[in-house]
Nanobody
C-alpha cells in the first residue's frame, strides 16, 4: 500500500518560514519524481516544485528564490523549505510521487500565511 504523509504545515506570519515534509512508503522512492503542488480555495491545483531522482529540480515562477525542494532517498522523504512566505502562499500543499503510469498523492497539509 502506497502512502504519502505530509507534515509541517501551519499558521505563519508574512515573511516567515515553514518546512514541509512528505514521508513515502510502499514505493521504491528513489525511482520516483517527487513534487509539491498546492491548491488555494477556489483555484486549480498548481505545481510548486519537483525533484527528479538524480536531484534535478524545477520550480514554478512564484517559488523561485523563496522555496527549496530536496529529497533524502535514504529516508524516503521529500522536503519543501518555504521562506519569505506571503499571504498568497496560503493553500493546501500536496505531495506527489510519479513514475511512468504511477501517480500517487498525499492527503495534503494546510499552510496559512496571515498576521
Amino acid at each position: 500500500q502506497v502512502q504519502l504523509v505530509e507534515s509541517g504545515g501551519g499558521l505563519v506570519q508574512p515573511g516567515g518560514s515553514l518546512r514541509l515534509s512528505c514521508a513515502a512508503s510502499g514505493i521504491t522512492f528513489s525511482m520516483y519524481v517527487m513534487a509539491w503542488y498546492r491548491q488555494a480555495p477556489g483555484k486549480r491545483r498548481e505545481l510548486v516544485a519537483s525533484i527528479f531522482s538524480g536531484g534535478t529540480t524545477t520550480y514554478a515562477d512564484f517559488a523561485k528564490g523563496r522555496f527549496t525542494i530536496s529529497r533524502d532517498n535514504a529516508k524516503n522523504t521529500v522536503y519543501l523549505q518555504m521562506n519569505s512566505l506571503k499571504p498568497e502562499d496560503t493553500a493546501v500543499y500536496y505531495c506527489n510521487a510519479r513514475k511512468q503510469w504511477d501517480d500517487y498523492w498525499g492527503q495534503g497539509t494546510q499552510v496559512t500565511v496571515s498576521s
